[in-house]
């Protein structure tokens, strides 16, 4: 395995406000903290050539990970390991091996064209002259980097920055790629092709690729693995068709009724003995989909007291899915021990 995560937890302290005097006094002779758990006990391997996503809401310890991952900061217990490397120990020859992009940091030089910053890279990085021109020629032309590669990185947009700090990040053909956030920000236009060159890059010249990121879009476009990770340990991990299937499935079906009997309708379907989760929306309720306990000719006789003028399925996007399993809502309750990890 490529990247291998073992137990890793990092715990951070931030120092504890003084709440009295007394507290006061009591810290100018210890210092005292409060502790918080960022990353707890997350295990996970990832294969050569895999691009996977890591996601999970704001504040769950994916950015933790990665500056783990990446030797910015080191876990407070367990292991990682990246090509054979300690990323904290063999931080000098690890870095040659790994690309890193962090949204919000640049790793270009401003006042310079961009062509320049790629230079001094390809000299930091010692990298071969026939390497430097093989990946220049595979993020150069279809990048769309050629109209401004003369100019200094300062006058450029930020979606036209993005698509340079991705393509400096795999200037020296490094094993992985950690990308955190690469498409906020950007527009339509821009993300769509920040998310062809990734994929290329991933594809054609076979590099890792773990990136973090909260578009759907880019989980579903760019990966087929995912990792949720929430409240700093490792929810689920596998395809992003198990998930489908461990997040309840997404299906429904959707019944519109006359408005007046929604109420009750809700209540006869709750009670029905599938007990399958029901939901209303206006005058729309809304069952979940499990043919084997409620199949649909039952369902129709379940709804034969009321008015009902449709029926139709409807499948969860896979955005809903991800919202619902933040918010602790549609995980089956039968899975929720298969997706631990
Ligand atoms: N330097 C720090 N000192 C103290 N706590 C920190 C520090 N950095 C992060 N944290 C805390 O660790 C937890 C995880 O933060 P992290 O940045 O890893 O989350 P994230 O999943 O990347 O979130 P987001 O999606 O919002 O970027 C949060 O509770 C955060 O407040």
Redesign the pocket.
């Known amino acids: 395995m490529l990247i291998q995560a073992e137990n890793l937890s990092r715990i951070?302290?931030?120092p504890r406000a003084a709440k009295s005097w007394r507290e006061r006094f009591t810290q100018l002779v210890q210092a005292q903290y409060n502790e918080?758990k960022?990353?707890s006990d997350v295990n996970f391997a990832i294969a050569r050539g895999e691009c996977v996503a890591l996601v999970?809401?704001?504040?769950?310890?994916?950015?933790?990970?990665i500056?783990m991952l990446t030797g910015i900061l080191a876990p407070s217990s367990g292991r990682v390991t990246v090509a054979g490397f300690d990323p904290m120990r063999q931080r000098q020859q690890y870095v040659k091996r790994i690309g890193v992009v962090f949204g919000q940091r640049s790793q270009l030089w401003q006042d310079l064209p961009v062509r320049d910053s790629f230079s001094i890279l390809q000299a930091l990085f010692d990298v071969p002259d026939a390497v430097y021109q093989q990946q220049l020629k595979l993020f150069r032309a279809d990048g769309g980097m050629d109209e401004f590669w003369d100019r200094p990185a300062r006058t450029l947009s930020l979606g036209q920055r993005m698509l340079c700090e991705i393509a400096a990040a795999f200037v020296h053909a490094p094993e992985v790629v950690f990308l955190?956030?690469p498409t906020i920000g950007l527009d339509l236009e821009m993300k769509s092709r920040m998310r062809a060159l990734i994929r290329k890059l991933n594809q054609e010249a076979g590099t890792t690729v773990l990136i973090?990121s909260?578009d759907v879009g880019d989980i579903e476009r760019l990966t087929r693995r995912l990792l949720l990770?929430d409240h700093?340990t490792l929810r689920f991990d596998g395809s992003l068709s198990d998930f489908r299937a461990h997040a309840g499935d997404g299906r429904w079906w959707a019944a519109r009724i006359d408005a007046s009997q929604v109420a009750a309708a809700n209540e006869v379907l709750s009670a029905h003995p599938a007990a399958l989760p029901v939901r209303s929306n206006g005058d729309w309720l809304e069952i979940a989909r499990q043919d084997e306990a409620l199949p649909f000719a039952d369902l129709v006789k379940t709804l034969a007291p009321f008015t009902v003028h449709e029926i139709k399925p409807v499948e969860q996007s896979f955005e809903d899915l991800l919202h619902g399993f933040y918010v602790g809502k549609n995980l089956r309750a039968d899975a929720a021990e298969d997706v631990t990890v």
Do not use: C, M, R
Request: no cysteine; net charge positive.
């Open positions: 951070y302290k931030t918080n960022s990353v999970g809401p704001n504040g769950a310890g994916k950015s933790t990970t500056k955190d956030e973090t909260h990770i700093g």
